[in-house]
């Protein structure tokens, strides 16, 4: 079962470069889109691939060619080591949520569904989003939807939040939208509520962290003219991952050598952003905010 339709997927494989020996990395294993991509281009390499959550590995294909891991891909360095790899060809992540977890009620990812504030990502995670709402201080809630959810008005959402939680424990998402439902914009409803629950979902699976600590052991792991290929769904994480690609570190800072020539560990591929063909948008609607950025170890 194929529960996730990969966006960019010609233009990421080809951004790849795969060689039929090669060794691969599918950071984001999901639907197992972009695996099958890689094991059809394959002949004697191996592909590893990570996913966090479980019900990922009922996609893994057989293939003796193949390696899933259950595991965050913050773990990559030491996964590798453990898989006796030292060095690959290339990584891809595609950093979309797995559209099967926003559809399935249970899992707490939507506001559409009036189910309990979960968010994890990895089920055997401890932090849930409902705790995160129950615990956090004002300034914990003011700073993570401004930064994660990139909301104007995030202490005034924090506040609202903060007082509300007085009266009646919020524990489902009905219970959010309605706590919140007297600040939503005239127009952009779903909009709001999305960067509210995006902002939550990135504090409870700690995205923003893992994202560079995956970013960094890449470096450890890519061979010299290895790809990494991301693809990027809002402009937090996307900043990031471009900073990373650009100036080798988070705040996309340029470093020189005596002569001006730039010291950094990656060439960025494509100087530009790669986004969705229109036809490709009209077919796959979800893949509308989706960025590829594809980068060379040097």
Known sequence: MKYHIPALLKES????????????????????GHSAE???????????AFD???????????????????????????????????????????????????DKPDRGFSFRYNTPLDMRMNK????????????????????????YGELK????????????????????????????EGIVPAKGENKFYAKVFQALRIEVNREIECLKEMLTQSLEVL????????????????RVVKNF?????FDGIEQKDFYGNLIVPLRQVNRHVIVPSEEE????????????????RI
């Not at 890689?38 to 590893?48: F, Y």
């Not at 995670?125 to 003011?142: G, H, P, Q, T």
């Open 52 to 102: 966090q959550d479980e019900s990922a590995e009922r996609n893994r294909p057989a293939d003796d060619r193949f390696l899933f891991f259950n595991q965050n891909f913050r773990f990559l360095r030491n996964v590798l080591r453990y898989a006796g790899v030292d060095s690959v060809d290339g990584l891809i992540a595609d950093l979309g949520v797995s559209f099967h977890q926003f």
């Open 13 to 32: 494989i080809e951004g790849l470069n795969i060689q039929p020996d090669g060794v691969y990395v599918d950071l984001t294993f999901g639907g197992g």
């Open 38 to 48: 890689i094991l059809r281009i394959l002949d004697k390499g191996r592909l590893i």
């Open 245 to 249: 690609f650009r100036a080798g570190n």
């Open 153 to 180: 008005n995030a202490g005034r959402i924090a506040r609202i939040i903060e007082d509300a939680r007085i009266e009646s424990p919020i524990v489902t998402a009905g219970d959010l939208v309605k706590v919140l």
């Open 281 to 296: 948008i009209k077919g796959n609607s979800r893949a509308r905010s989706a960025k590829l950025r594809i980068a060379e």
């Open 223 to 238: 061979k010299v003219g290895g790809k990494f290929v991301v693809i990027t769904y809002h402009s937090l994480e996307d």
């Open 124 to 147: 055997n995670s401890k932090r849930i989003a409902s705790e995160v709402i129950k615990s956090y201080s004002f300034d914990d809630l003011k700073r993570i939807l401004s930064e």
